[in-house]
T-cell receptor, first 114, second 116 residues
């Protein structure tokens, strides 16, 4: 059972525009969320995270929004650049667990074209 | 900057053979995770070590799989009697033990296993 869902397998955006990647989760115990970026032949790279006590976290061009009541989060990239083209994974963790295991979605392939 | 390293990067083996992968975490990280990623899926948790203690194993980790971290530094993942369904990318990640939990895991490049 997929507890973290990324329902859009792909997204194509023009350079300079905003990219919005979406993620939904089903487990109400999840209270920490992360986004990872993955290039081909490399491991996932941590991008940005958010705790459930916040509804927004910003780091440069990347902003993550969390809507706990809807169990939904999104990653905004503004402005999008061709180098942002990669697979983006949403991940979630349960702070009630001491193990730090991450639950991942299936990923969204972002393509930023010039 | 020495990140997480994994060896080998690629492994092709015949069904029924045993394979072993190695992961070297970031040196000051005492938490180490193994994940498996198949085509079209996100990484799926396999097992977790804190120092040398293996604290959790996923149901995905059948009896043919064994992982060790003997001195709390590098880790090995062995698959015995490989099956074609074992073909996947095996990812290792590490994180530091901060107060509470360490969610931000740093991944290695992975070992791609192909079982023919």
């Amino acid at each position: 059972d997929q507890q973290v869902k990324q329902n859009s397998p792909s997204l194509s955006v023009q350079e300079g525009r905003i990219s919005i990647l979406n993620c939904d989760y089903t487990n109400s115990m999840f209270d920490y969320f992360l986004w990872y970026k993955k290039y081909p032949a490399e491991g996932p790279t941590f991008l940005i995270s958010i705790s459930s006590i916040k509804d927004k976290n910003e780091d440069g061009r990347f902003t993550v929004f969390l809507n706990k009541s809807a169990k939904h989060l999104s990653l905004h990239i503004v402005p999008s650049q061709p180098g942002d083209s990669a697979v983006y994974f949403c991940a979630a963790a349960d702070r009630g667990s001491t193990l730090g295991r991450l639950y991942f979605g299936r990923g969204t392939q972002l393509t930023v074209w010039p | 900057d020495t990140g997480v390293s994994q060896d080998p990067r690629h492994k092709i083996t015949k069904r029924g053979q045993n394979v072993t992968f190695r992961c070297d975490p970031i040196s000051e990280h005492n938490r180490l995770y193994w994940y498996r990623q198949t085509l079209g899926q996100g990484p799926e948790f396999l097992t977790y070590f804190q120092n040398e203690a293996q604290l959790e194993k996923s149901r995905l980790l059948s009896d043919r799989f064994s992982a060790e971290r003997p001195k709390g530094s590098f880790s090995t993942l062995e698959i015995q009697r490989t099956e074609q369904g074992d073909s996947a990318m095996y990812l290792c990640a590490s994180s530091p033990a901060t107060s509470g939990f360490a969610y931000e895991q740093y991944f290695g490049p992975g070992t791609r296993l192909t079982v023919t």
